[in-house]
């Protein structure tokens, strides 16, 4: 049976649509700064420039930003080489208008440090080394063969005080953009560490569910035996001639027997859910009935009024029963009458297309501590070893079938244990 997995929030490939939306983002400052320097420049201060060259570079950085754009809405992945060569693009690019406009004395020359420094922090080391070899080439070739500026004689200010208040606003744009975007930066990584730190705590809790089902599956196969056994000899006890007649006896005898098959019971279900009952075909049923028979079990066993079935789901729905889920919901069940001196309500009803178990109870409700951890295992107020493994089991079971829960005291006492499961992940052919 195919099963809808979640997947963490935050994917690898989107560590690199990230980054480069905030290269986009960087070219974007460029180019509104570039208009306006070259704005102020030709028409406040009167210095010739090469027009069509200067908003010729510019428009190639527009053009390259809107491709990158519409690269980044189709949900294309970017590796580190792509990001490296997005870099370079824009030193060339940084190049070119700065040998059209002063070539290295031009006191925004030192904006080739903003590159060098985000490719040290977005890429991996051998691709900022490129970027450094990139910008000392162009550095030697703004040394080489500038086009230089022409100061008309009527210039209105210095021309060392021109250059230093060039320098300045070139320092203060370096500084704020590498705030700005490193920080940004910086919050990418802590998202992407936080996701990876969740695929780990998700890989950890799968191994244990392993090793639990290893270690339930090897104790249903030691249990098999000895339960047959002593199904066995407690038939032969009821046929024997001198415990017939005793109706006292025999009623003992019959509810070890039930036990026993009870217990027998329990050991298929669980080989069944490790997949290693044989000759055994997933039961289809639908959901009203799979919560029925959920319910008649609980009720044959228990004292009458211990358990409602509050019946609200509609339209019944066929689906694949699924043992595991049907364990997971009695775990759940279990804890609330063990703590309920009331009776426990179960409710069935669908939101969508999604089908809604709610298990309410009577007790004193969750810990604060519980509620914080919901889901961990062996979080638990019971004092048992080994205990809290019900809801950690119940979390694990839903998300595997794209399914999730969640618990909350409630206003009146007791508490509830909501579980939320999309119909689709039942209601699926069974294996061939």
Not at 249 to 274: F, N, P, T, Y
Not at 385 to 409: C, M, Q, T, Y
């Amino acid at each position: 049976m195919n099963r809808q997995i979640l997947e963490p929030a935050f994917q690898p490939a989107d560590a690199g649509r990230r980054n480069m939306l905030l290269l986009t983002q960087l070219r974007w400052l460029a180019v509104g700064g570039q208009l306006v320097t070259v704005a102020v420049v030709k028409f406040a201060l009167g210095i010739d420039l090469p027009m069509t060259q200067l908003l010729m570079s510019t428009a190639t950085l527009a053009a390259l930003n809107i491709a990158s754009h519409v690269l980044i809405a189709s949900g294309a992945r970017f590796s580190d080489g792509a990001l490296a060569a997005a870099l370079l693009f824009d030193v060339g690019a940084l190049t070119v208008q700065l040998s059209l406009s002063g070539g290295i004395t031009n006191p925004f020359a030192a904006l080739f440090l903003l590159h060098i420094v985000l490719g040290a922090v977005l890429l991996r080391p051998h691709y900022p080394w490129t970027i450094v070899a990139a910008t000392l080439i162009a550095l030697g070739i703004l040394a080489l063969d500038p086009t230089p500026l022409v100061l008309p004689a009527n210039l209105p200010v210095d021309p060392v005080n021109l250059y230093l208040f060039g320098g300045f606003v070139c320092f203060v744009l370096i500084a704020v953009l590498l705030v700005v975007f490193i920080g940004q930066i910086s919050r990418n990584l802590r998202t992407h560490d936080a996701a990876l730190a969740a695929v780990r705590q998700r890989a950890a809790e799968e191994d244990h569910i392993v090793r639990m089902g290893l270690l339930a599956s090897g104790a249903a196969h030691e249990l098999g035996t000895p339960l047959s056994l002593l199904s066995v000899a407690i038939g032969d006890w009821r046929a024997m001639p001198r415990l017939r007649d005793d109706s006292e006896l025999q009623q003992e005898l019959a509810e070890m027997d039930g036990a026993v098959r009870r217990c027998k019971a329990i050991v298929s279900g669980i080989l069944m859910s490790a997949g290693e009952a044989r000759g055994v075909a997933p039961e289809v049923t639908s959901v009203r009935r799979f919560l029925t028979d959920i319910v008649a079990d609980y009720r044959a066993s228990l004292l009458p009024g211990t358990l409602d079935f509050d019946d609200r789901f509609g339209a019944d729905v066929t689906i694949v029963s699924d043992p595991a889920l049907r364990q997971v919901i009695g775990n759940v069940i279990d804890n609330a009458i063990e703590v309920s001196p009331g009776t426990v309500t179960l409710a069935a009803l669908r939101e969508g297309d999604a089908l809604v178990i709610e298990i309410a109870d009577r007790g004193t409700g969750f810990a604060p501590e519980i509620l914080a951890t919901f889901g961990q295992p062996y979080r638990s107020t019971k004092g048992k070893p080994g205990g809290g493994l019900g809801l950690f089991l119940l979390v694990n079971v839903l998300r595997k079938l794209g399914g999730e829960a969640s618990a909350e005291n409630r206003l009146d006492g007791g508490a509830r244990v909501r579980i939320v499961l999309p119909l689709a992940a039942l209601a699926m052919a069974a294996p061939r």
